[in-house]
């Protein structure tokens, strides 16, 4: 198993495993269709970010970006990985 998506399905279904009291792999040998009495619907996106966009955004004073997920919201200068050319410069 391989990726960031199959790997949070797969930890999303360890745990669906772990509250019917009963080992992943024996979760997995259940037919598709039989398993939704064991766990809801899952549905995972990965969103890969230009790290270089992202801080030439932040430094052209373009709008705000929101990253929203898992009940967490992150300020907006969180996603620059760079100080921006003004920062910079100030002291």
Request: contains cysteine.
């Amino acid at each position: 198993m391989q990726g960031s998506a199959k790997r949070l399905v797969k930890a999303a279904l360890q745990e669906a495993a772990k509250k019917r009291e009963m080992r992943y792999s024996d979760l997995k040998k259940i037919d598709r269709g039989v398993r939704r009495h064991f766990h809801d619907d899952i549905t995972v996106i990965v969103v890969f970010l230009d790290s270089n966009l992202v801080s030439r955004a932040s430094s052209v004073k373009c709008s705000n970006i929101s990253v929203r997920g898992g009940g967490i919201n992150l300020p907006a200068n969180t996603l620059a990985p760079f100080a921006t050319p003004t920062e910079a410069g100030s002291t």
